[in-house]
């Protein structure tokens, strides 16, 4: 750090050093995470409100510490991704994901997140059949969600990975669209089945700007003969306004949380309901 002369860097260095130490903290009680039990995968279903039927779920990691509680994804996948713990942990992900799903109704697909590190392994699309083949999940029941970041990678790395899902009938997500860099065009050179319109756009839907984004990515979607979801939704209000705009697949509070798989099936009867 540098001094501005006026002891500047007395307030700033203690503040870096803390919080070094607290990514420091959560990598090593992560890596005894797996081991002492404390991570468990909770599923959020995915609604085609029309049909008014769940067609799928989202994997999503929980790790409850034993001492401090709960840990959210959003502070613990970051620094599992800097310490390359990301590997292993997404590999038990989706074997734990499969692994569940084998069991529910054929109907039922599961999707999980791919942090973009774990493409930059080899053994990535081997690992995945592995898993596969072990589970006996059938691959036109999984679907993999991946981040725009993964395109600023190694593009031909990248395109043969996603494309060698494909061949093997897994289906590929566009995730949280709109919050990166990639450009409406670039992501036509990829082999996406669907694009997940970023809930930032889905919360501000009274705003014209998100509601052009919205609208422009719906268009998209529909240009490139791909399907599109929106999610978090979270009010009646924004249900009815994607509605209208022509998007008929959610996901979000409004229908249902997260939640461990044995109370899915509660869910699953309430929206088909209504
Ligand atoms: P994401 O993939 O975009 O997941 C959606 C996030 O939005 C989840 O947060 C979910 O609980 C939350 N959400 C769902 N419906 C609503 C809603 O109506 N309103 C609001 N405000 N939020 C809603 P979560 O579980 O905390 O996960 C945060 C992020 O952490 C995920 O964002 C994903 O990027 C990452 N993550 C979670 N699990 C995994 C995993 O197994 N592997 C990897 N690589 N990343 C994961
Ligand atoms: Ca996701
Ligand atoms: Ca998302
Ligand atoms: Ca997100």
């Known amino acids: 750090a540098k001094s501005d002369g006026r002891g500047t860097y007395r307030f700033f260095e203690p503040e870096m050093d803390r919080r070094l130490q607290a990514r420091r903290r959560i990598e090593l009680d992560l890596r005894g995470a797996l081991e002492r039990g404390e991570l468990e995968l909770h599923y959020q279903p995915f609604v085609d409100v029309s049909a008014r039927t769940v067609t799928g779920v989202e994997a999503l990691l929980r790790w409850t510490h034993k001492e401090r509680g709960p840990v959210s994804p959003a502070e613990f996948i970051p620094v599992a991704e800097e310490s390359g713990l990301i590997r292993p942990l997404g590999l038990w992900v989706l074997r734990e994901a499969c692994r569940q799903a084998a069991a529910w109704p054929q109907w039922l697909d599961v999707s999980v997140n791919l942090s973009p590190v774990q493409f930059r392994t080899d053994s990535l699309v081997g690992d995945v059949r592995s898993i596969l083949a072990e589970t006996g999940l059938d ?27 494909r061949d093997l009938g897994i289906r590929i997500s566009m995730d949280d669209f709109g919050t990166g860099y990639s450009s409406l065009g670039y992501i036509s050179k990829f082999p996406f089945d669907k694009i997940k319109i970023d809930q930032s756009f889905v919360r501000d839907i009274e705003k014209p700007d998100s509601l052009a984004i919205i609208r422009a990515v719906i268009g998209l979607s529909r240009a490139l003969g791909i399907a599109v979801i929106a999610e978090g939704v979270e009010t009646e209000a924004q249900r009815d306004a994607l509605r209208t705009e022509g998007c008929h697949e959610m996901q979000g509070y409004f229908f249902a949380k997260p939640q461990p798989a044995p109370e899915l099936a509660g869910s699953v009867l309430r929206i088909a309901r209504g």
């Open 139 to 165: 691959p036109r029941r999984l679907q993999l969600e991946v981040t725009e970041s993964l395109l600023l990678q190694d593009t031909q790395s990248v395109l043969v990975k996603l494309q060698a899902f």
